[in-house]
């Protein structure tokens, strides 16, 4: 199966600060994606949505990830 993921960008750029794991279940939550151990933000390309609109949401994702690692980093 296909995905579409961040390359682990969010984690590459913010690192992992303890309590990573909360903030990445709440983005799992916001926005409907997967957050795999290691951090990386992805999606299935199943056929439900179009490929722009899945890019679109792991793009957001993975920005407002990094974004709250690195608040999370103090």
Known sequence: MRRIDDGGAAVTLAGRPRGWREIARHI?????VNVSRHGLVFLPVTGCLPVDEIEARIAAASSAF???LLDLQG
């Open 28 to 32: 799992e939550d916001e926005y409907c």
């Open 66 to 68: 990094a974004n709250d």
